[in-house]
């Protein structure tokens, strides 16, 4: 969620989400037991189904498009749907960014995408069957805009990750449909795109041709859910095994995040703020080795990073690029392992599970507060503090 740049480098990503919110309480700021966040609830079963993947243009499986800009686009949300698609096998999948050469990913990371939008439009002038959209530093960006409602005008299927949603809403594409985003920016979207339908409580939403995510963590489910539209239920229950994935419901208790989720946002935004006055961020590096699993590496690196308490890079023994397990080409941030506090190496095994290894971990580290903080940036309801 990116449509406020962050209060200074060591004030994560979250408390930008914080003030957009409208969280002003520090009351919790003290609090060294958080509350649990909640669980999505078996009672609440909404159901949403992507329409069936129908054939066009002759093609025997579809074109599924991952676009970002290159100045900045949210690292989970854009590597999460690649990941999970390529496990699944279902299309041709094809990291795109607006522009040449590498895509500077927040709040980590940098990544070389396989084309940009005028070499996909050049190789594809039919258009792609998905469209999938993260968050970005600039919701408003002229070239995603543009693209977006060019893919749209050509029957492109839209799914947007987390605040990806601001994007499809800006370029109008939105308007009259059922939509949903990141829960710290609920009276944001209300307010500004009023003609839009915004839905809580779900996971994700599929109305007709546009699908919109949750908060970051929500990329799981709706990446699932998309590879059931394509490839059939038994397809998605074995890539969601695969990935150690419970399952792909939409159910979410997303109205239980804010307000009094958002308070303890604003607290935990507070105590990394003041922390950063007085501890040196810790400089965080993730392995990167070929055949490494993006969606282990992105939970990984993504995290670190929201807690105000490290910087993440790539790091790897040389500055070669490195392609991960289902051929994403990585740019390592680092060499020297001693320019570095510590050096961790995602899990190669069940990657869903990663983000709860890596906030256990952070909870040992930081305390429990910040893991808290860092869970709710997810909008993860799996956290158990």
């Given at each position: 969620?990116?449509?406020?740049?962050?209060?200074?480098?060591?004030?994560?990503?979250?408390?930008?989400?914080?003030?957009?919110?409208?969280?002003?309480?520090?009351?919790?700021?003290?609090?060294?037991?958080?509350?649990?966040?909640?669980?999505?609830?078996?009672?609440?079963?909404?159901?949403?189904?992507?329409?069936?993947?129908?054939?066009?243009?002759?093609?025997?499986?579809?074109?599924?498009?991952?676009?970002?800009?290159?100045?900045?686009?949210?690292?989970?949300?854009?590597?999460?749907?690649?990941?999970?698609?390529?496990?699944?096998?279902?299309?041709?999948?094809?990291?795109?960014?607006?522009?040449?050469?590498?895509?500077?990913?927040?709040?980590?990371?940098?990544?070389?995408?396989?084309?940009?939008?005028?070499?996909?439009?050049?190789?594809?002038?039919?258009?792609?069957?998905?469209?999938?959209?993260?968050?970005?530093?600039?919701?408003?960006?002229?070239?995603?805009?543009?693209?977006?409602?060019?893919?749209?005008?050509?029957?492109?299927?839209?799914?947007?990750?987390?605040?990806?949603?601001?994007?499809?809403?800006?370029?109008?594409?939105?308007?009259?449909?059922?939509?949903?985003?990141?829960?710290?920016?609920?009276?944001?979207?209300?307010?500004?795109?009023?003609?839009?339908?915004?839905?809580?409580?779900?996971?994700?939403?599929?109305d007709g041709r546009i699908v919109s995510s949750a908060g970051i963590s929500a990329a799981v489910p709706t990446s699932l859910a998309l590879v059931e539209a394509i490839a059939g239920r038994a397809r998605a229950a074995a890539t969601a095994a695969v990935i150690g994935a419970p399952d792909w419901s939409a159910a979410h208790d997303s109205h239980r995040f804010a307000p009094k989720f958002g308070r303890n946002l604003a607290a935990f935004a507070a105590t990394e703020y003041f922390n950063g006055w007085f501890h040196h961020p810790q400089s965080i590096g993730?392995?990167?080795?070929?055949?490494?699993?993006?969606?282990?590496?992105?939970?990984?690196?993504?995290?670190?990073?929201?807690?105000?308490?490290?910087?993440?890079?790539?790091?790897?023994?040389?500055?070669?690029?490195?392609?991960?397990?289902?051929?994403?080409?990585?740019?390592?941030?680092?060499?020297?392992?001693?320019?570095?506090?510590?050096?961790?190496?995602?899990?190669?095994?069940?990657?869903?599970?990663?983000?709860?290894?890596?906030?256990?971990?952070?909870?040992?580290?930081?305390?429990?507060?910040?893991?808290?903080?860092?869970?709710?940036?997810?909008?993860?309801?799996?956290?158990?503090?």
């Open positions: 969620m990116f449509h406020l740049k962050p209060v200074r480098n060591r004030l994560g990503l979250v408390a930008a989400a914080c003030l957009v919110a409208g969280c002003s309480s520090v009351a919790a700021a003290q609090s060294s037991n958080p509350p649990r966040l909640p669980m999505s609830g078996a009672a609440q079963a909404p159901i949403e189904h992507i329409l069936p993947y129908q054939a066009r243009f002759g093609r025997q499986r579809p074109v599924i498009a991952i676009v970002g800009i290159n100045a900045g686009t949210e690292l989970t949300d854009y590597v999460i749907p690649y990941g999970i698609l390529q496990q699944a096998a279902v299309g041709e999948v094809i990291t795109v960014a607006t522009g040449e050469g590498m895509m500077t990913m927040r709040p980590a990371l940098h990544i070389q995408p396989q084309a940009s939008v005028a070499e996909f439009d050049r190789r594809f002038p039919e258009g792609a069957d998905y469209i999938v959209v993260p968050a970005v530093v600039r919701h408003d960006d002229p070239a995603l805009l543009a693209w977006v409602k060019q893919q749209a005008a050509k029957g492109g299927t839209l799914v947007s990750i987390c605040d990806g949603a601001l994007v499809l809403a800006s370029s109008g594409v939105l308007d009259g449909h059922r939509a949903t985003a990141h829960w710290a920016t609920a009276g944001y979207p209300h307010k500004t795109y009023p003609q839009v339908h915004w839905v809580d409580d779900r996971r994700y939403v599929a993730v392995t990167l080795s070929p055949g490494a699993d993006e969606i282990a590496i992105a939970f990984t690196a993504d995290a670190y990073a929201r807690t105000g308490r490290a910087k993440a890079y790539a790091f790897a023994p040389n500055p070669a690029p490195v392609t991960t397990l289902h051929g994403l080409t990585l740019l390592p941030d680092r060499t020297d392992p001693n320019a570095l506090t510590r050096i961790v190496t995602p899990a190669s095994d069940t990657s869903a599970f990663t983000l709860d290894r890596v906030l256990a971990e952070i909870t040992r580290l930081y305390g429990r507060q910040t893991a808290y903080g860092v869970a709710l940036g997810f909008e993860y309801p799996g956290y158990h503090g």
